[in-house]
């Protein structure tokens, strides 16, 4: 259970975020959804103290953190709790494939250099990557490399997979590997916040939608009702001009 | 005028005494110079009180004055300064303990320092804000994200730079003559003046400071070929 508190967020006078309160589920799969400046991103960083959060407050499981005045320690447990995809990818440049995935658990949860590396070949085989390993990012595809970012964060095995518009960077021709992959472990009971603007794609992987707008949330439900039936005005004139898409698939 | 040429090999084979105190003092001032720079980067990177303050300054004064003006500083006034302590505490430690070598490492680490935390900080902006918030989001400490990720990465974008200081601090080495230091530039005139032929004993020590900048462009040129491997796209 993730449970996010009365979540604000300023940049100088600019309120992004005006009070968010949100409850996860284990192995829930949850999509964002709203226009851009809605404050998704935001929140998502809030969420790994990427951004740091005003005030408001974070528990996951018997953990919590106050983002009033955080100790040190409790961030660091805070991300190690959690993985990011970056919508810019955001590879170990200087790293192949395989050693981006293996650094984490080799710096940070201490796993023994063999053991992680048979994680981590396993995870890179798992987004059909097996033939990659020792490729440095700049040789690879964005759907590629975006492939990596997810095996990188499955490996950290977290709480919670977090997804920063993981599609918006790419080909449209690539972007299918990237949601093929994320079906495939939403499928697994990991728990994932994706924000994203592929609609279909959070219709269908989804089990909770969350629409955004103007830093706070206007309306959330299961994916039939809110791309359905939405009750909130705003939610209707947003989703409309996806709907008429609906036949749009991956 | 006549020139001597096979003197300039014989004044080669004489300078050549002198070069290990060129190479030492180049390498304390740079190495010194890059912990300096490093620390002095760091504090305004995270805009460490005071320390950031006395770093900016510390820079825009000693990249602002002379190379040579930092020695006569550090020489005169460090002397002095040492001297009176001296008195004062009654210390068998004096400006005299210091040798000659001594003075040109302190102030040219000091030079060295400034010029490098310029060239650290080039190597550091280059590096995309998205490494560092990767190392972070994996849950590495700010120490780990640094080491691991962002300092090979800054180092292989500060790698061309890095060699011209390294070359700039060769050459300005020969500066430390004025405290009567014997290096390869000051062996050059002793040599010049001795056999009173001084072009060719100039020419000697100039093929020989080429020599050494070929070396070091050499050398980087390979290490930069080693560290960018992963710069290269489109292979295997």
Redesign the interface.
């Given at each position: 259970m993730i449970h996010l508190k009365r979540i604000t967020k300023s940049f100088g006078r600019n309120e992004v975020l005006k009070g968010i309160d949100l409850t996860i589920r284990k192995g829930e799969v949850v999509a964002i959804v709203g226009p851009s400046g809605s404050g998704k991103t935001t929140l998502l960083r809030c969420i790994?103290?990427?951004e740091k959060p005003s005030d408001g407050e974070i528990s996951i499981d018997e953990f919590s953190v106050h983002f009033k005045k955080p100790h040190k320690k409790d961030i660091?447990a805070l991300?190690?709790k959690?993985?990011?995809v970056?919508q810019?990818y955001?590879?170990?440049?200087?790293?192949t494939a395989l050693e981006n995935v293996m650094?984490?658990l080799v710096?940070?949860?201490k796993i023994p250099k063999e053991e992680a590396r048979k994680r981590s070949v396993e995870l890179l085989e798992k987004v059909g990557l097996g033939d990659k390993l020792?490729?440095?990012?700049?040789?690879l595809s964005g759907g590629q490399q975006q492939r990596v970012g997810i095996a990188?964060?499955l490996a950290?095995n977290p709480e919670v997979i977090l997804f920063d518009e993981p599609t918006s960077a790419l080909d449209p021709e690539l972007v299918g590997e990237v949601l093929g992959v994320i079906r495939k472990i939403a499928k697994e009971g990991i728990t994932m916040i994706i924000v994203t603007h592929e609609m279909a794609f959070a219709q269908d992987v989804a089990n909770h939608v969350v629409f955004m707008e103007g830093g706070v949330i206007v309306e959330e439900g299961p994916p039939n009702v809110i791309f359905n039936v939405p009750k909130e005005e705003r939610t209707k004139q947003f989703l409309a001009r996806y709907t008429s898409e609906s036949a749009y698939s991956i | 005028m006549k020139w001597d040429f096979s003197f300039i090999w014989t004044a080669f084979l004489d300078l050549l005494p002198a070069l290990p105190t060129t190479l030492y003092i180049t390498a304390v001032s740079v190495s010194c110079g890059f912990v300096i720079g490093l620390i002095v980067t760091l504090s305004r990177m995270y805009k460490v009180p005071v320390l950031s303050q006395i770093g900016t300054a510390y820079v825009t004064f000693v990249r602002g004055t002379p190379m040579l003006t930092h020695l006569l500083i550090v020489y005169i006034g460090l002397s002095m300064l040492l001297d009176h302590l001296s008195d004062k505490f009654g210390w068998s430690f004096n400006s005299v303990s210091i040798p000659m070598i001594g003075f040109a490492y302190i102030a040219f680490s000091i030079t060295a320092g400034a010029y490098l935390a310029e060239v650290i900080r080039s190597g550091l902006l280059a590096v995309n804000k998205g490494q560092l918030e990767a190392a972070y989001s994996v849950g590495m400490t700010t120490f780990q994200a640094l080491r691991r990720i962002v300092f090979p990465q800054a180092f292989a974008a500060a790698l061309p730079n890095l060699s011209n200081s390294l070359i700039g601090m060769l050459h300005g080495s020969t500066l430390a003559f004025t405290v009567s230091v014997v290096d390869i530039n000051a062996k050059a005139q002793i040599v010049a003046s001795t056999n009173w032929k001084f072009p060719e004993a100039y020419l000697a020590a100039a093929l020989l400071f080429w020599g050494l900048t070929v070396l070091i462009e050499r050398g980087t040129a390979l290490l930069e070929k080693r560290i960018n491997v992963y710069n290269r796209g489109g292979v295997a």
């Open positions: 790994n103290y990427l660091h991300r190690q959690s993985a990011m970056f810019q955001n590879l170990f440049r200087h790293k650094e984490g710096v940070v949860q020792d490729s440095y990012p700049s040789q990188r964060a950290l | -």
